[in-house]
């Protein structure tokens, strides 16, 4: 009978996304200098919900997750309630479990002290997926094209904006200065090589933040509008992972454009007057023998 019980218990606390402690112990040995970490959870607007925990708290997120409100998926982009979810006050707003994903452990590049990231998904308390988040919505989608003996690949491109912290004089959003020399051009400057150069600090630095996450980020260029660009993400056979990616690489987009002092924005059309931006989204279904 406690052997049964035991058993059952194990079952409910064992990580249902994959996730294991043995990757926090590896990454805590090979990162002694990490003093805390970021846990993100990412809702439907795409804003990064969670806490910053300490170091000594990560082993325990790992080996039994961690306790979060149903709440948090149930926020508009702003973080207010959304009643007609069903998430706030219908279920009492209960805690539910979120669990790491394998493989998003990563450091934080440029953080003083150094800090750490790792991406979580929601689950509830037996460990069956919570329908209302939108990664274990992909992956709900990728099971029933694997029942079918499709496998999803794909690669993400990314437009966004530069902006000022300022505003203009008629109190709107305005295209950001160049980190480089100061420098502002009210033109489209589409492929400009030579207007890349102004943010050029900047985007080293997303480079080095990218590679230390392991996201393939690539090439750059500058878009239909005036402080405009387009970062292209390399081609994932995992449709899951290129997902993945595509969320960090946001991430540290905005976390190095805040630290150079403009802000990356990824709203569709922040400035009414110039083109706006999109996610292109390559992907190719393959069968079992990596037919397209």
Same mark, same amino acid.
Not at 157 to 172: I, P, S, T, Y
Not at 246 to 252: A, E
């Given at each position: 009978?406690?052997? @049964?019980?035991?058993?059952?218990?194990? @079952?409910? !606390?064992?990580?249902?996304?994959?996730?294991?402690?043995?990757?926090?112990?590896?990454?805590?040995?090979?990162?002694?200098?990490?003093?805390?970490?970021?846990?993100?959870?990412? $809702?439907?607007?795409?804003?990064?919900?969670?806490?910053?925990?300490?170091?000594?708290?990560?082993?325990?997120?790992?080996?039994?997750?961690?306790?979060?409100?149903?709440?948090?998926?149930? /926020?508009? !982009?702003?973080?207010?309630?959304?009643?007609?979810? =069903? /998430?706030?006050?219908?279920?009492? $707003?209960?805690?539910?479990?979120?669990?790491?994903?394998?493989?998003? /452990?990563?450091?934080?590049?440029?953080?003083?002290?150094?800090?750490?990231?790792?991406?979580?998904?929601?689950?509830?308390?037996?460990?069956?997926?919570?329908?209302?988040?939108?990664?274990?919505?992909?992956?709900?989608?990728?099971?029933?094209? %694997?029942?079918?003996?499709?496998?999803? +690949?794909? +690669? #993400?491109?990314?437009? #966004?904006? *530069?902006?000022?912290?300022?505003? $203009?004089?008629?109190?709107?959003?305005?295209? +950001?200065?160049?980190?480089?020399?100061?420098?502002?051009?009210?033109?489209?400057?589409?492929?400009?090589?030579?207007?890349?150069?102004?943010?050029?600090?900047? #985007?080293?630095?997303?480079?080095? +933040?990218?590679?230390?996450?392991?996201?393939?980020?690539?090439?750059?260029?500058?878009?239909?509008?005036?402080?405009?660009?387009? /970062?292209?993400?390399?081609?994932?056979?995992?449709?899951?992972? @290129?997902? $993945?990616?595509?969320?960090? *690489?946001?991430? *540290?987009?905005?976390?190095?454009?805040?630290?150079? =002092?403009?802000?990356?924005?990824?709203? @569709?059309?922040?400035?009414?007057?110039?083109?706006?931006?999109?996610?292109?989204?390559?992907?190719?279904?393959?069968?079992? %023998?990596?037919?397209?």
């Amino acid at each position: 009978m406690r052997e @049964a019980h035991k058993q059952t218990l194990n @079952a409910i !606390i064992a990580s249902p996304s994959g996730s294991t402690p043995a990757e926090a112990q590896t990454f805590l040995d090979a990162h002694p200098e990490i003093e805390a970490f970021d846990i993100v959870l990412t $809702d439907a607007n795409g804003v990064g919900r969670g806490k910053i925990v300490r170091r000594h708290e990560l082993m325990s997120i790992f080996e039994g997750g961690r306790h979060m409100p149903i709440s948090i998926l149930g /926020l508009d !982009i702003t973080g207010e309630d959304v009643h007609e979810t =069903g /998430l706030i006050w219908t279920t009492g $707003d209960g805690d539910l479990r979120a669990w790491p994903i394998p493989g998003t /452990l990563v450091p934080l590049f440029g953080t003083q002290p150094p800090r750490g990231q790792v991406l979580m998904a929601m689950y509830h308390l037996d460990g069956q997926p919570m329908s209302s988040d939108p990664r274990l919505a992909l992956a709900r989608q990728v099971e029933i094209l %694997a029942a079918k003996g499709l496998h999803p +690949a794909g +690669a #993400f491109e990314l437009e #966004f904006f *530069l902006l000022a912290n300022e505003r $203009d004089a008629d109190g709107k959003v305005q295209p +950001a200065h160049a980190v480089l020399d100061g420098r502002r051009s009210a033109k489209t400057e589409v492929y400009s090589v030579d207007h890349l150069h102004g943010m050029e600090p900047l #985007f080293s630095d997303i480079y080095a +933040a990218a590679k230390v996450q392991g996201i393939p980020a690539e090439t750059v260029i500058s878009e239909y509008a005036p402080g405009q660009y387009e /970062l292209t993400l390399n081609y994932r056979k995992d449709v899951m992972r @290129a997902a $993945d990616d595509l969320v960090m *690489l946001k991430r *540290l987009v905005r976390a190095q454009a805040r630290r150079h =002092g403009v802000t990356a924005c990824f709203m @569709a059309k922040p400035i009414e007057k110039y083109a706006g931006s999109g996610m292109h989204f390559h992907v190719s279904l393959q069968d079992k %023998a990596g037919k397209n």
